[in-house]
């Protein structure tokens, strides 16, 4: 059985313990696994420092190169881009905050006011498109075994009457333990893996620009 990434990840963090007592590099492999599945900051600057750490250890010095210490590589520029301009941040931080306090700039009643109408017009258009932020693209499978894709989880087991998200995202996660949700089963969307698998009709995410936006605004504004 194929275990996916999120449940390969949380399944070795359960079984080698706490990170502080391995190896350098099964942390180093651990924080790349992670940076892939989460592409979060904190990760990418730990697969970096531990991959520095790593090269350091005795013998490792002029050895050839491990297949994660390569990929870490790609990363060093855009970590130390990151922490060299942890300064101008915290100005910039501050001076906004300071706006706010004052109530100056973007921060005055009538900036509000048109910021809150340009919001909902945005939310509008994103659910008319179906490009929901932060909506992430999966793989079902029905009863009869045919299989498509949906973008928003949450938003396609409510218009189908199969309760929460959860349930199916446990088929995903944790197939082990959870084979099908009445029938149904799901899986993360890879692009090389899954790009011949259609899409569900009504889920296909349109142009931002599409010209049945109005028409799609229309039918749920009824």
Not at 49 to 53: C, I, P, Q
């Given at each position: 059985m194929i275990v996916p990434p999120a449940g390969?990840?949380?399944?070795?963090?359960?079984?080698?313990?706490?990170?502080?007592?391995?190896?350098?590099?099964?942390?180093?492999?651990?924080?790349?696994?992670?940076?892939?599945?989460?592409g979060k900051r904190h990760d990418q600057e730990t697969l970096v420092?531990?991959?520095?750490?790593f090269r350091k250890l005795p013998g490792r010095r002029g050895s050839n190169r491990t297949p994660v210490?390569?990929?870490?590589?790609k990363h060093f520029r855009a970590v130390k881009k990151h922490r060299g301009l942890a300064v101008s941040r915290e100005a910039a931080r501050k001076c906004a905050e300071g706006q706010?306090?004052?109530?100056?700039g973007i921060h005055t009643p009538e900036?509000?006011?048109?910021?809150?109408?340009?919001?909902?017009?945005?939310?509008?258009?994103q659910s008319a498109?179906?490009?929901?932020?932060?909506?992430?693209?999966?793989?079902?499978?029905?009863?009869?075994?045919?299989?498509?894709r949906v973008k928003s989880l949450r938003r396609w087991?409510?218009?189908?009457?199969?309760?929460?998200?959860?349930?199916?995202?446990?088929?995903?996660n944790r197939p082990w333990k959870v084979?099908?949700?009445?029938?149904?089963?799901?899986?993360?969307?890879?692009?090389?893996?899954?790009?011949?698998?259609?899409?569900?009709?009504?889920?296909?995410?349109?142009?931002?620009?599409s010209p049945d936006r109005d028409d799609l605004t229309e039918k749920e504004e009824k």
């Open positions: 390969c990840l949380k399944l070795l963090l359960k079984r080698l313990g706490p990170v502080e007592t391995l190896s350098l590099r099964k942390r180093m492999c651990l924080a790349f696994l992670a940076w892939r599945l989460y420092d531990t991959a520095k750490e210490e390569k990929e870490a590589r706010r306090d004052r109530g100056e900036e509000l006011e048109l910021k809150k109408q340009r919001w909902k017009e945005v939310r509008a258009k498109t179906r490009n929901e932020p932060n909506a992430k693209v999966w793989v079902i499978t029905d009863p009869e075994g045919n299989e498509f087991q409510r218009e189908q009457g199969l309760g929460g998200a959860s349930s199916l995202i446990a088929t995903a084979a099908h949700y009445k029938g149904y089963k799901a899986r993360h969307y890879n692009e090389e893996l899954d790009s011949h698998v259609p899409w569900a009709e009504g889920y296909e995410p349109l142009d931002w620009n």
